[in-house]
C-alpha cells in the first residue's frame, strides 16, 4: 500500500519524471499554455503556481532557486521581468486548466493549461 506516499510516477524513472516535469512548466511559462494530459496538467499547476510566486518575490535567492528548475535562462527572466508584473496585484490561481476530452490515439483524458 502507497500510504503517505505523494506524486504520480508516470510509470517513468525518477529522472525521466522530474526532467518532464520541468519542461512542462518552463514551456508553459514560456509560451503561456500548453497541451498535454490531465494527470500531468494536475502535477505541474502548483509548481508553475510557484515559480510565478518566486518571480513576484523577486530576491536574488527566489531568482536562484527558479533558475535552479526552469531549464531556460529567457523564462526566468520573463518571469520575474513580465509575468511579476503581471501578476502583482494577484493572490494566487495564476494558471487554468481546461478538460478537452480523451485523445484520439489511446483515449488518455487531455487538458489545456494556461496562464490567467
Known amino acids: 500500500m502507497r500510504h503517505h506516499v505523494s506524486g504520480r510516477r508516470f510509470n517513468r524513472s525518477n529522472g525521466h519524471r522530474k526532467m518532464m ?3 512542462l512548466v518552463t514551456d508553459l511559462l514560456k509560451h503561456g499554455y500548453v497541451k498535454t494530459t490531465a494527470a500531468k496538467a494536475r502535477t505541474i499547476r502548483p509548481i508553475a503556481e510557484k ?3 518566486l518571480g513576484k518575490k523577486g530576491s536574488l535567492h527566489d ?3 527558479a533558475s535552479a528548475f526552469i531549464t531556460e ?3 526566468v527572466r520573463s518571469v520575474f521581468d513580465d509575468l511579476a ?3 502583482k496585484d494577484r ?3 495564476y494558471t487554468r486548466m481546461i478538460k478537452l476530452g480523451p485523445r484520439k490515439g489511446d483515449a488518455s483524458e487531455m487538458a489545456l ?3 490567467v
Open 91 to 93: 493572490p494566487g490561481g
Open 51 to 53: 515559480m510565478v510566486t
Open 113 to 115: 493549461v494556461e496562464l
Open 73 to 75: 535562462d529567457a523564462v
Open 21 to 23: 516535469v520541468r519542461t
Open 63 to 65: 531568482r536562484r532557486q
Open 85 to 87: 508584473d503581471r501578476y
